[in-house]
């Protein structure tokens, strides 16, 4: 496609166009500059390519050399703004109209301040600390050159073998919602266009989560009234917080690939919704059209998606080469082509790409891994820990006991950043080892095994390590690759060598408290019941070491819950807490040869102090569609240490006309409870948007009858009349 350049918008008694014009609306700076726009302008800001090296493994894209300036957008993977104000430059002056390229990347859990993964950010029950993070995050991305990032991920995800598990928040539509919903306000603030605010994207939309068998880019198997109940909320949450942008998934819904899905992108987020940003691809997906046996060819593929809705090409190089010729014989529509190009103007009027198309440098001293980044960083990864067990009161770890840390997880550093991490750089994390070594006076390190294999050779010096001392620490997990996309795997146990070294390590009969880092809900049923306590810490990110010495000694309370199931094995997946009943009741439908309730439930998590809850009373148990109804719960700290303690409330429709789970979370509250104090905990219940249940259309029902209102196995009834 040749593109006219070099020609000036301006008019020629030197007037500037009105889309270069600050003090005008959007909407009309974006009819303005559309009605300018060639055909073939508006088919290149369609395309994103790529500049910088993509270090991901599973995008092994090329390094573009030349590229046209014309291009709506590039994912951008260098590591500071020089190549991309250089490239700028070359939209801003060599093209006809001016129009700056949007730069893109996966900031996902931090861009070089790398935080705990999404699902350990989700356990941290906090969402007001995850979005401190995501906005440095964001900082750290714009002043690296990005304008955009492709985050956050809230697919729902309910089979832990899938390795992007670990990229979400669990397995809660609502959790993910609030999280999901809190990072698009802070990666975008009030204002796009100040510095520092870059624009989200909400992905994979949608359903990918639900991967057949936990594999990765496979089918997926999603009825209209589950689309609606589980996968819909966090998109529609996200939305409403004003995301930008969203990226089209993978997986086949059903029969129609999300990246060629009409229902999703254009009825649903945009017609229902309302949703005037715009739809990215995700890498290749439209190509993929073909390999999922959709598109006979590449140009169909191209048919297909941009009708369904989806507006920008990441990388695959086809709306380019296929679009005029698509648009010539009538197959897609000027009209579908403009509304495209308008939302994603929009989206770059909105960021003030046009009044700064170029970023300040500035070094790299003033930017990435600030002290206050770094303490927000370790704050973070403090609240997700999960302490699972804790018998006889072993952790905290005492002053003065000799400890013994042990395990493949003690001195590494990159397995603790978690895949998708950024920029993230091994020697930026600070390990559990260094960590420890700063607060415990005697520690000894022992390596015990590597992450697996079959090498024992250093279970004896591990034994001999436990016996020296008063406590064990085995640092045990998955490495970072072990998780992530294109990492699925069979069974969520860990390899065998590490259980067998934490049999062996307890021979020395003392205390082993097991450290936990991984990217996924882990098979516990052997571990578990041979550990003294269970710290699940995650891939904490770069100040791994510190939050762990924090909370292993005691400064820090853990207050981390699950916010996903942790499946008793393997074969009880898909297990999730907001299951429907069954047909039958009491033991029937079991399973025969393991438990049929998981090892450790969503929701659970264990502090060093006690918390006593008071009566959960309600302000009305009777209620119209237009009451709002109070309930109030008064929790007490009945330990000897300050806490933070989240209090999880949680309904109950017990007989619907569309069956409905045992119970929903709809609200949350994280609050510091000093020792020996009481803090009163409120839910406002608004009955259309807590008690109401959405059908299979996306209409909201509210059914009169008996309501359940749930905290911490109390439970109060609520009737519409
Ligand atoms: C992933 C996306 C990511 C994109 C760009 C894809 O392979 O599925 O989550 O945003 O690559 O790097």
């Not at 010539?328 to 000027?334: D, E, M, N």
Request: overall charge negative; hydrophobic content about 35%.
């Amino acid at each position: 496609m040749i593109l006219v350049c070099g020609l000036s918008a301006v008019a020629e008694d030197g007037t500037l166009p009105p889309y270069k014009d600050a003090s005008l609306p959007v909407e009309t700076r974006v009819e303005d500059l559309l009605s300018r726009m060639t055909l073939q302008e508006k088919i290149a800001q369609l395309n994103q390519y790529s500049l910088g090296s993509n270090d991901n493994v599973n995008n092994n894209g090329e390094q573009v050399k030349v590229l046209p300036p014309e291009i709506g957008s590039l994912l951008y993977t260098a590591d500071d703004a020089v190549s991309r104000n250089a490239m700028q430059k070359r939209a801003m002056e060599e093209t006809r109209l001016g129009i700056p390229i949007l730069f893109g990347y996966d900031t996902v859990h931090g861009y070089r301040t790398i935080y705990p993964i999404p699902l350990a950010q989700g356990a941290s029950w906090n969402p007001e600390l995850a979005g401190e993070a995501c906005r440095v995050a964001g900082a750290e991305s714009y002043y690296a050159g990005i304008d955009w990032t492709f985050s956050p991920m809230v697919d729902v995800a309910r089979d832990p073998r899938w390795g992007r598990v670990a990229e979400g928040y669990g397995e809660d539509p609502y959790l993910t919602s609030v999280f999901g919903a809190a990072a698009v306000r802070a990666y975008q603030g009030d204002d796009l266009s100040e510095p520092g605010n870059i624009a989200a994207c909400l992905k994979h939309f949608v359903g990918y989560g639900a991967s057949e068998a936990g594999r990765d880019y496979v089918y997926s198997e999603i009825s209209r009234q589950s689309l609606w109940s589980t996968y819909l909320p966090p998109f529609e949450a996200g939305v409403k917080a004003g995301a930008a942008t969203l990226m089209s998934s993978f997986n086949d819904i059903s029969g129609i690939p999300g990246s060629a899905n009409r229902y999703t992108m254009t009825e649903v987020l945009k017609r229902m919704w309302r949703h005037d940003g715009f739809v990215v691809a995700d890498w290749h997906a439209v190509r993929q059209l073909v390999n999922q046996g959709m598109a006979p060819d590449d140009a169909t593929a191209v048919e297909y998606a941009i009708n369904a809705g989806l507006d920008m090409d990441m990388t695959d190089n086809l709306y380019m080469p296929h679009l005029e010729a698509l648009v010539k014989s009538g197959r897609v529509s000027v009209e579908r082509i403009d509304d495209a190009v308008r939302r994603i103007l929009r989206v770059k009027f909105r960021l003030g790409l046009f009044e700064h198309p170029y970023t300040d440098i500035k070094p790299e001293n003033e930017r990435i891994l600030l002290p206050e980044s770094l303490d927000v960083a370790q704050r973070l990864a403090e609240e997700t820990f999960v302490l699972l067990k804790n018998d006889a009161e072993v952790l905290p770890l005492k002053p003065g006991q000799k400890v013994a840390l042990i395990g493949p997880m003690a001195k590494s550093r990159k397995d603790l950043l978690g895949s998708w991490h950024g920029r993230g750089r091994e020697e930026d994390v600070v390990s559990i080892f260094d960590g420890l070594s700063e607060i415990v006076q005697e520690l000894t390190y022992a390596f015990g095994c590597g992450f697996e294999g079959e090498d024992r050779s250093g279970f004896a010096e591990a034994v001999k390590a436990a016996s020296e001392a008063d406590v064990v620490v085995l640092c045990l997990g998955e490495r970072y690759s072990w998780s992530g996309e294109n990492a699925s795997r069979s069974t969520i146990a860990l390899p065998r060598i590490q259980e067998e070294l934490l049999m062996a390590v307890r021979k020395a009969g003392k205390p082993v408290v097991v450290l936990l880092s991984n990217g996924r809900p882990i098979d516990l049923s052997r571990i578990s019941p041979a550990a003294d306590a269970v710290l699940e810490i995650w891939q904490p990110g770069v100040m791994a070491g510190p939050a762990v010495a924090s909370v292993l000694t005691g400064k820090t309370n853990p207050s981390g819950r699950l916010n996903v199931t942790f499946p008793y094995t393997t074969g009880q997946i898909p297990i999730y807490y907001c299951q429907r009943n069954p047909a039958r009741e009491g033991s029937q439908g079991r399973y025969q040869d393991i438990p049929s309730t998981p090892m450790y439930e969503f929701g659970y998590g264990l502090s060093y102090t006690s918390y006593e809850y008071g009566p959960l009373s309600v302000s009305s148990d009777t209620f119209t569609v237009n009451d709002t109804v109070t309930a109030t719960v008064t929790v007490t700290n009945t330990g000897d240490m300050d806490g933070k303690e989240t209090v999880q409330w949680y309904i109950c429709d017990p007989y619907s006309t569309i069956t409905r789970p045992v119970k929903e979370l709809k609200h949350f509250e994280k609050k510091m409870i000093p020792a020996g104090e009481s803090r009163t905990f409120e839910f406002e219940i608004d009955p259309m948007r807590d008690l109401s249940y959405v059908d299979w259309k996306g209409d909201r029902i509210l059914e009169p009858g008996d309501y359940y209102i749930i905290v911490k196995g109390r439970k109060v009834r609520l009737t519409l009349e």
